[in-house]
């Protein structure tokens, strides 16, 4: 059964430094979506990219945050200079239908 | 936010036994979903109610929503060791696919 994959599983940066999280979505999905679950909260809302673009974004979504799908297959989330309040886990999902399918996560750990 | 709160936080039972969770939520939906978290780890999605549908059934899962109450239940019969986790209900409207989430139900049930 296809599946979304994420990498890394687990990432530790210092604050200020530049990470890439990246995803590859369902083959045969056009829509891509990062969200992140700060230890013990609720999983939040990002962004969302359609048709090599932004379609939605949250106020967390700052200038810090940017997406690219590079090629046909890759979508990635990075953030410019980490914050301590940045570390969480990662979730990127992708849909064709109404359902969501999500990747098992990256854990950014800032320092 | 979109989304309400799931009662309770945390479910203790006996193997064998149903566990119910709910879910609450503030605005109108297009549908409502539910997923499973284990500790640390992705987001698997279990079940998509129409906000046509009152009631969806799938294996050991029975999920209802009531459009006039704005809220969702989710049965687990006959659980088992591995339905030890967390569950999520998530929700989205009719003019956006971005998924709001709730708290979350930690589950567990004891062998």
């Known amino acids: 059964e296809p599946e979304v994959t994420q990498t890394p599983s687990h990432q530790v940066t210092q604050m200020g430094q530049e990470v890439i999280l990246r995803c590859v979505p369902i083959s045969n999905h056009l829509y891509f979506y990062w969200y992140r679950q700060i230890l013990g909260q609720k999983v939040e809302f990002l962004v969302s990219?359609?048709?090599?673009?932004?379609?939605?974004k949250s106020e967390i979504f700052d200038d810090q945050f940017s997406v690219e799908r590079p090629d046909g297959s890759n979508f990635t989330l990075k953030i410019r200079s980490t914050k301590l309040e940045d570390s969480a886990m990662y979730f990127c999902a992708s849909r064709a239908g109404y359902e969501q399918y999500f990747g098992p996560g990256t854990r950014l750990t800032v320092t | 936010s979109q989304q309400g709160e799931e009662d309770p936080q945390a479910l203790s039972i006996q193997e064998g036994e149903n566990a119910t969770m709910n879910c609450s939520y503030k605005t109108s939906i297009n549908n409502l979903q539910w997923y499973r978290q284990n500790s640390g780890r992705g987001l698997v999605h279990l079940i998509l109610?129409?906000?046509?549908?009152r009631e969806k059934h799938s294996g050991r899962l029975r999920v209802t929503l009531d459009t006039s109450k704005k809220s969702s239940s989710l049965l687990i019969t006959a659980s088992r060791a591995a339905d030890t986790a967390s569950y999520f209900c998530?929700?989205?409207?009719?003019?956006?696919?971005?998924?709001?989430f709730g708290a979350g139900t930690t589950v567990t049930v004891r062998a």
């Open positions: 109610i129409r906000s046509n549908e």
């Open positions: 998530a929700t989205h409207r009719s003019n956006d696919y971005k998924l709001s």
């Open positions: 990219f359609y048709n090599n673009e932004i379609s939605e």
